[in-house]
């Protein structure tokens, strides 16, 4: 019997290294990168994704106009980080539900690494249904914010998003 990859079955699609460093002090977790960001090698990659729109909302620094490099250093300068809790999966398309035989990523692992992480933060409810099962017990050890997806695919309006992002300045400025 053979090991070989079944060459019907779809690609299987991988996350982003994570954007950490020893400043960080919130983790933000997505569930994995969709299609477009994935193409464009950039987390959060789709122009109608609210991501960099609420994340400026929450720094105070306009993002969107930014590189992407500047945003990141941005998002680092503020104590703010970037992972997914999948770390590689088989998904047609960028839905959540489509995932199908997913690894996560060793978020507990990271932690330990950086134990400067106080708060974590979960970009949509697949992100957090599954972080806080990666997370197991640990869970208990961090403030967490389970936040409405910055996705298009999420219909929730802007400023109802907005309003429950804001949520992470007075935890960054209760972390500092």
């Known amino acids: 019997m053979s090991s070989l990859p079944d060459p019907a079955a779809p690609p299987r699609k991988r996350c982003f290294d994570a954007v950490v460093d020893t400043r960080t002090r919130l983790l933000?977790?997505?569930?994995?990168?969709?299609?477009?960001s994935l193409a464009l090698q950039e987390y959060y990659g789709n122009k109608q994704n609210k991501f960099w729109t609420l994340m400026g909302e929450v720094t105070g620094v306009?993002?969107?106009?930014?590189?992407?490099?500047?945003?990141?250093?941005?998002?680092?300068?503020?104590?703010?980080g970037l992972w997914d809790v999948v770390a590689e999966a088989h998904r047609p398309g960028s839905l959540d539900s489509n995932i199908r035989a997913r690894d996560d990523n060793d978020v507990p692992d990271?932690?330990?690494r950086y134990p400067g992480i106080g708060a974590i933060a979960f970009n949509g409810g697949t992100a957090a249904r599954l972080g806080i099962r990666v997370l197991g017990?640990?869970?208990?050890?961090?403030?967490?914010?389970?936040?409405?997806?910055?996705?298009?695919?999420?219909?929730?309006?802007?400023?109802?998003?907005?309003?429950?992002?804001?949520?992470?300045?007075?935890a960054l400025d209760h972390l500092a």
């Open 62 to 80: 306009p993002l969107v106009p930014l590189s992407y490099a500047e945003r990141l250093a941005t998002l680092l300068a503020h104590g703010i």
């Open 28 to 36: 933000i977790l997505g569930s994995l990168p969709g299609e477009r």
């Open 137 to 170: 017990p640990r869970a208990g050890s961090y403030r967490l914010f389970e936040l409405p997806s910055s996705s298009p695919a999420y219909t929730l309006a802007y400023a109802e998003k907005r309003a429950r992002w804001l949520a992470l300045r007075a």
């Open 110 to 112: 990271l932690l330990a």
